[in-house]
């Protein structure tokens, strides 16, 4: 993942960058469908009450959907190499094909065509065994796909899928995130990139690190997500209090292509041996089978996972993990309230966080740096939750959201609709502006 600061998205990309990792989000089993006052919400694409018409917000007629797909074919030409396209045109590994709990019938007659296995691996405790093959010499990777699916129908396979981050960071200061106030230690999980734990706003926070053979690769993207979870210096704070644990998987290494769907499922699956009961997952992709299975498996054993429901614009396809019934979906709001105009829409949106004018620490200096997005919003989400529900608990998850939902300030149609979900939460977690101005005067 690059190291250099990301450029502000303001529906007008300037610059095409390409940074892959995953945007992503999980529910409990039953969905949230037994919390109070739910609608009949319309289908997706149908009109939306409570919608700010696109006019209104958006300068001129900015596709809001081709941003990431500008992105995603920047990263389909520079590194062609090693990443293709699926059919649906989203990011893959090239060459790589994720079988899930195969037979031994089927991979012997894949290896009797010439498919070779790259590796086989279990996520314990979850219970996922799966294999990844290299298609035969010649053989590209969708032809490779189509041939497992002969050799067996019923065979769960599917692509190397590549997810991407949800939001964007700017350098400089702006609107203070956090406001956590001080209390007993807590702890919450965060799938992204690498965090820099000698930032002056993470030093007091216990962080836990997974991935990349321990090597630490600080991330912009990772570093800012962290800081508004457990972050906390003079004027800046997290949601959690200070003295929390952050349980940090790097899931990019510092790798141009990185995020890959194996790597967050195995992610998850340490998440579940840690017993850390809310994870973030600001990462966004198309549904993978893999990534399914393992969010069902993590919402059985009573985790929540809350993710960035993305920012392809209202029109666009729900992504992934966000858009899976057993996930959190968090959407972005101003400080005027108003839904960001690039952020998803759909019945899968549970709650709104403030996402734009955020700060953020930023990694590899003293610094902050404004950010905006769904990314920035489900952190504040996720902190939320954290506070309440210490460990994985299926009865204590559906509390939790309940109690969040009781809370939250309803700003569309009356209950959950599919712009704001339940309603604004977490607002008090963006400080006045100035405050982090004033505080990088006073520093030393």
Known sequence: MPRSPLILVVLVVSAVLIALPAQAQLRLPGG?????NAPNLPPVGAPLPGATSLPELVPGNT???????????GLLRQQAARVEADPAGEPILRGELIVLAPSAALLTAAQAQGFRVLREWRTEPLDLRGVVLAPPSGVGTREGMERLRTLDPAADVDFQHLYTRSGDIAPGAAAGAGGGAPGSARRVGLIDGGVDPQHPSLQAARVQAWGCDGAPMPSEHGTAIASLLVGREDAFAGVLPSQATLHAADVYCGRPVGGTVESVAQALAWMAREQVAVINVSLVGPPNRLLERAVRAMAARGHLIVAAVGNDGPAAPPLYPAAYPEV???????PSRRVLPEAARGPHVAFAAPGSEVAVAQAGS???????GTSFAAPLVAGTLAAELDMP?????????????????????????PVFGWGLVAEQARNAP????AMQRTRP
């Open 32 to 36: 949230l469908g037994n919390l109070p």
């Open 63 to 73: 596709d809001l959907q081709a941003l990431r797909q500008r992105l995603v074919q």
């Open 328 to 334: 959190v979906g968090v959407t972005a709001v101003a």
């Open 366 to 372: 003293r610094g902050y740096a404004v950010a905006r």
């Open 393 to 417: 608990d299926v009865a204590g998850a559906q509390r939790a959201l309940t109690r969040l939902a009781e809370r939250a300030t309803d700003l569309g149609s009356p209950g959950r609709d």
């Open 434 to 437: 100035g405050r982090v101005q």
